[in-house]
């Protein structure tokens, strides 16, 4: 169909948008309504400029010149609730009441499911929820017995004769709350870092270029030991040599090399205070290097004793003694200052091995009858000696640097771990733990830093060696593997803060490696 365009609809086309644009929009509000809501919304006075800049100019002068009372804000500490439970047990600051209502399905969720007491429980309330939780985590941290975080008892601070006011509160103030003036008089307690909590079972070991890499031992490495500054290094062997390395992890620069030629080195050791090196074999004298000379000096015989062999040396923390064991049981006592004999004890059976408690007063020894023999150095007597449980011939003893634990070993390849008590005596003779994860003799034990570990080793077996975590007493499950190339140990040593860890084998090498959870050398 066509449609047509007619001269009468363009005229009414043109009618309507006359008629559109004719049309005004009407006001919505009239000018008094208006008027009225601006007065409502704005206000009708007008701004006073001036006033406004004055009041400005009082605030920043009162900024620029405070007061003295505002200079300063002591804060004196928590208020500590002075209410207590009938048990004198501190009651909880705030408590949800909604815990009671809230109902937990602790079977329905795999992680929850070692919070149940039997198979069959499923719901719980919050509350026991809320209280389960608490005790495995104290479990897992170990955290049970935090002393730390538990508030003393109140402390009445009152004078006897004083008269005592109705209307004031008690004087129940805790002493252990430092004040503004304990805490700004030394930062010392507040800045030192401690030792943090080594978890049992595993422990990340990174291993680093080989600490003699510079200049390999030619035979076995007898000894290895870290100087008290933790740089340096020092590595003896058959070889007849004493080498000196300075240790970073990286490049292990070699410092030093002494040659002994009349005698390979069995034992060697640095003196407490690491000016000088005592290095002994199957001689009847021993050798003493002077580090800060950089002298050698040989020490021909002991007067009073003929002994053919001096290999078995152990050296006092204090810097007093060296400690050679002789023939017959007998532990020869050579003064560190003058390198003569001064004293001797005597065992029953052969003298094996020896060890020092921490201050240098007690020494402990044991042998082929297996009995551990406690020496006070002070009247040079026996204050206690007792069995070492399963032992035959002693074959090494070491204690921990904090004075706490004894470890012996012996030729069965049981290490018990001891605790030690007052006097250096070991009151209970029964073993915290028989470790029984060596095969052959035992031959070198030793604690770290913080005696949160145990070293163990055994040159009889390849790959013999085992890392004890204290005080749980397990041992490390994932380090070493059977892909560590440790071969046969012959000695090992802790870095003095723990960071390193070195061990020498029969091909000469001293492998080195980083214990990660401590962050210095």
Known sequence: ?????????????????????????????????????????????????????????????????????????????????????????????????????????????????????????????????????????????????????????????????????????????????????????????????????????????????????????????????????????????????????????????????????????????????????????????????????GSVSKVTGLAGREEKSLESMTLSPDGKYITFLGKDGYILLVSNKTKQLVGQLKMNGSARTAAFSPDGNILYSSGGDGEIYHWDLRTRTCIHRHTDEGCLKATALTVSPDGRYLASGSDSGVVNVYNVLENGCNLSEKPLKAVMNLTTAVGHVQFNSDAQILGMSSKWTRDSFKLLHLPSCTVFSNWPSSKTPLHFVTSFDFSPNSGFMAIGNDRGKVLLYRLNHYGSV
Do not use: C
Request: no cysteine; glycine share 6%.
């Open 1 to 293: 169909t066509q449609s047509t365009w007619g001269p009468d609809q363009s005229n009414k086309m043109s009618t309507r948008k006359q008629k559109s644009k004719s049309k005004k929009p009407k006001a919505l509000l009239s000018e008094a309504e208006e008027k009225r809501l601006e007065d409502l919304v704005f206000g009708t006075d007008e701004l006073d400029v001036d006033s406004w800049n004055q009041v400005d100019q009082e605030e920043e002068h009162a900024a620029d010149e405070p007061s003295e009372q505002n200079l300063f804000v002591i804060d004196d500490g928590p208020r500590l609730s002075k209410k207590r439970k009938a048990d004198g047990e501190i009651q909880p600051a705030w408590q949800d009441e909604d815990d009671e209502n809230v109902s937990v399905n602790i079977a329905g969720v795999d992680r929850l499911r070692k919070l149940r007491k039997d198979q069959q429980e499923s719901i719980i309330s919050g509350t026991e929820y809320e209280g389960r939780l608490r005790k495995q985590h104290e479990k897992l941290s170990g955290t049970a017995n935090a002393s730390w975080a538990t508030l003393p008892t109140a402390v009445d601070t009152t004078d006897a004769g004083a008269e005592s006011d109705e209307d004031s509160e008690p004087n129940d103030v805790y002493s252990a709350v430092p004040s503004i003036t304990d805490l700004l008089r030394s930062s010392q307690r507040y800045t030192k870092k401690t030792a943090r909590k080594l978890s049992p079972g595993l422990i990340e070991v990174t291993r680093m270029a080989d600490a003699n890499q510079a200049e390999p031992n030619k035979s076995v490495v007898q000894r290895v030991q870290f100087h008290s500054n933790g740089q340096l290094l020092m590595s003896a062997g058959l070889d007849k040599t004493l080498r000196l390395f300075q240790v970073d992890g990286k490049r292990n620069a070699k410092v030093q090399s002494v040659f002994l030629p009349d005698m390979p080195i069995l034992s060697a050791s640095f003196t407490a205070d690491g000016s000088e090196i005592i290095a002994s074999g199957r001689r009847k004298a021993f050798y003493v290097y002077d580090l800060v000379k």
